[in-house]
């Protein structure tokens, strides 16, 4: 699916409300609050994929290099398994190793099964399950992806890295 991807911009704030609030079960999905909370941190970065003008793609992230955090990833429901959070996914990863991140986290709820599958295939793996993360009672795995041309190379054959 050919998307444009560009920058959030602050009159995006309605759709992406209603884009995560149909991603995300209630209480899983960010209030208004907290969405807008996430949206100014400094180092908050945001961006949309758009089809014909609607934004049916968003990705969050936040740095503190040499890591990153990834806040949200949202696809709209009819433009799903078309590469669309894989495009953005790229994107995004690709400005965040151009500014130093070499580490990627998130969290996801073990029972998403499209979203750990989403995440496996781009490389991310469970470091551990968060117990009752959400709503206190839905697990959640933290999972990491160390960006490829980031990894120490042993100097030795042998030799831990
Ligand atoms: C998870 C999500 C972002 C994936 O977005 P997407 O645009 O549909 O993903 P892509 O089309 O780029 O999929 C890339 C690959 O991920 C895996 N994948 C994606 N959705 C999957 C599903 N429902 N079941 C199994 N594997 C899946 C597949 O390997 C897929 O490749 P394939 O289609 O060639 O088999 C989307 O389903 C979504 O927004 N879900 C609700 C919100 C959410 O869970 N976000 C992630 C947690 S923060």
């Known amino acids: 699916m050919p998307?444009?991807?560009r920058a959030h911009?602050?009159?995006?704030?309605?759709?992406?409300?209603?884009?995560?609030q149909s991603c995300f079960p209630p209480g899983i999905a960010y209030s208004k609050?907290?969405?807008r909370y996430f949206l100014k941190l400094p180092s908050a970065d945001g961006m949309v994929a758009e089809d014909a003008g609607k934004i049916?793609?968003?990705i969050l992230t936040e740095e503190n290099p040499p890591l990153a955090h990834v806040i949200t990833l949202d696809v709209a429901e009819s433009h799903r398994r078309q590469g669309v959070g894989s495009t953005l996914l790229a994107e995004s990863e690709k400005n965040l190793a151009l500014r130093g991140?070499?580490?990627i986290l998130l969290e996801t709820a073990t029972e998403n099964e499209a979203g750990v599958a989403f995440w496996q295939r781009h490389g991310y793996r469970i470091e551990a399950t968060l117990k009752r993360y959400?709503?206190?009672r839905i697990d959640a795995y933290e999972m990491r992806k160390i960006l490829p041309g980031t990894r120490k190379t042993a100097r030795h054959p042998g030799e831990n890295v």
């Open 3 to 5: 998307v444009t991807l």
């Open 9 to 20: 911009q602050p009159g995006d704030f309605a759709a992406l409300l209603r884009l995560d």
């Open 33 to 35: 609050t907290m969405l």
């Open 56 to 58: 049916v793609g968003f």
């Open 101 to 103: 991140v070499r580490t």
């Open 134 to 136: 959400y709503l206190r």
